[in-house]
Antibody, heavy 120, light 109 residues
Framework: QVQLQESGPGLVKPSGTLSLTCAVS?????????WSWIRQPPGKGLEWIGE???????NYNPSLKSRVTISVDKSKNQFSLKLSSVTAADTAVYYC?????????????WGQGTLVTVSS | QSALTQPRSVSGSPGQSVTISCTGT?????????VSWYQQHPGKAPKLMIY???KRPSGVPDRFSGSKSGNTASLTISGLQAEDEADYYC?????????FGGGTKLTVL
């Protein structure tokens, strides 16, 4: 079955850019699904960041839209997140996940998550 | 956009039933039949429990059920078991984006 794995730096400096990649295995990123990033600050709830289709179409959380870029690399079967101008408030566990294009809030499976800390 | 409103905590004894509510607006919960629920144990990734308001993925016990009325969705867990103790999050489509609830901690007494 499809599995997702996040990778990237665990520490980012304030005002810098957070960059993460999600590798998709067991299935094609060109399938009829959206590919999403979701984050969870320590001890807090889930926040949807955005999603991308294999065609390159994207949807972003309006509150983060000005700082977020999600891209897809079909040749490597992976997609990526860039979040600019980060502050301590962006410290969180970042998850990548698959979202059904048909039942648009069916988020499954999820990656294991990766903790990103924003600190100097 | 605001997060959906969930109670911060609920509790119940083994064998009992509990219901977790998730209140939104006509722009999200009330406007679409795209509500899902996730269970999250400490240190783990969330797990899909309910999608499309009331559908269960394969492997999820039928003790878990979902419903919706107006702008409020609900997750009911019947026959509570110790392993049900976890955080639960609702999620709704809001027209080109997705919004989560703040989460509810379920304690099995």
């Amino acid at each position: 079955q499809v599995q997702l794995q996040e990778s990237g730096p665990g520490l980012v400096k304030p005002s810098g850019t957070l960059s993460l990649t999600c590798a998709v295995s067991g299935g094609s990123i060109s399938s009829s699904n959206w590919w999403s990033w979701i984050r969870q600050p320590p001890g807090k709830g889930l926040e949807w960041i955005g999603e991308i289709y294999h065609s390159g179409s994207t949807n972003y959380n309006p509150s983060l839209k000005s700082r977020v870029t999600i891209s897809v690399d079909k040749s490597k079967n992976q997609f990526s997140l860039k979040l600019s101008s980060v502050t301590a408030a962006d410290t969180a566990v970042y998850y990548c996940a698959r979202i059904s294009a048909i039942t648009v809030t069916t988020i499954d499976p999820w990656g294991q998550g990766t903790l990103v800390t924003v600190s100097s | 956009q605001s997060a959906l409103t969930q109670p911060r905590s609920v509790s119940g004894s083994p064998g009992q039933s509990v219901t977790i509510s998730c209140t939104g607006t006509s722009s999200d919960v009330g406007g679409y039949n795209y509500v899902s629920w996730y269970q999250q144990h400490p240190g783990k990734a969330p797990k899909l429990m309910i999608y499309d308001v009331s559908k269960r993925p394969s492997g999820v016990p039928d003790r878990f059920s979902g419903s919706k009325s107006g702008n409020t969705a609900s997750l009911t867990i019947s026959g509570l078991q110790a392993e049900d103790e976890a955080d639960y999050y609702c999620c709704s489509y809001a027209g080109s984006y997705v919004v989560f609830g703040g989460g509810t901690k379920l304690t099995v007494l």
